[in-house]
T-cell receptor
Framework: LAKTTQPISMDSYEGQEVNITCSHN???????ITWYQQFPSQGPRFIIQ???TKVTNEVASLFIPADRKSSTLSLPRVSLSDTAVYYC????????????FGQGTTLQVKP | KAGVTQTPRYLIKTRGQQVTLSCSPI?????VSWYQQTPGQGLQFLFE???????NKGNFPGRFSGRQFSNSRSEMNVSTLELGDSALYLC????????????FGPGTRLTVT
């Protein structure tokens, strides 16, 4: 299983773009990269998933370089409501048991 | 589409008792996974059910069990509760077995005294 490393915490201000980077040096060929967001006392919320290059949806963008050893979740123009824990998960589809939620990155958005 | 629902939302039990938690997945989703979240251990995978069969299992003792019904609704049971079982229990559904694109419910907050 690919081990992931992401910053424990980050601070930002409203209106800024936030980039959270996740390192996964031993990512396997069939691994996908998935990001979740979690607010206190709520279940995680699926944000985005990708395999390579760039993926964009209405919430965020995911940038994956060619070597796939890292990925960056980009949140455009954050607001106070984006204050949450963000988890980077790496693993092969087909076995939810391999879904490992690490410490995540606690993003604090300030006014 | 309605999201994943879990009942009850809060529960207080005494050590040694047993508890059953319920989860209704998003309509059309056939996979239901259960997770335990505690401040110390984080979010840990319990098991996944698909088409009424347990397909994946995490590293939890046999006191933790589950089942899935023909309508994809799922229940999780914990027997002989211990203080350490106090946690937020989360259910997630997905359209495919083993998908990492899961949709979580609000959770059941279990307190064991």
């Amino acid at each position: 299983l690919a081990k992931t490393t992401q910053p424990i915490s980050m601070d930002s201000y409203e209106g800024q773009e936030v980039n959270i980077t996740c390192s996964h040096n031993n990512i396997a060929t069939n691994d996908y990269i998935t990001w979740y967001q979690q607010f206190p006392s709520q279940g995680p919320r699926f944000i985005i998933q990708g395999y390579k290059t760039k993926v964009t949806n209405e919430v965020a963008s995911l940038f994956i370089p060619a070597d796939r050893k890292s990925s960056t979740l980009s949140l455009p123009r954050v607001s106070l409501s984006d204050t949450a824990v963000y988890y980077c998960l790496v693993g092969p589809p087909g076995n939810t048991g391999k879904l490992i939620f690490g410490q995540g990155t606690t993003l604090q958005v300030k006014p | 589409k309605a999201g994943v629902t879990q009942t009850p939302r809060y529960l207080i039990k005494t050590r040694g008792q047993q508890v059953t938690l319920s989860c209704s997945p998003i309509s059309g989703h056939r996979s239901v996974s259960w997770y335990q979240q505690t401040p110390g251990q984080g979010l840990q995978f319990l098991f996944e059910y698909f088409s009424e069969t347990q397909r994946n299992k995490g590293n939890f003792p046999g006191r933790f069990s589950g089942r899935q019904f023909s309508n994809s609704r799922s229940e999780m049971n914990v027997s002989t509760l211990e203080l350490g079982d106090s946690a937020l229990y989360l259910c997630a559904s997905s359209s495919q077995l083993g998908s990492y694109e899961q949709y979580f419910g609000p959770g059941t907050r279990l307190t064991v005294t």
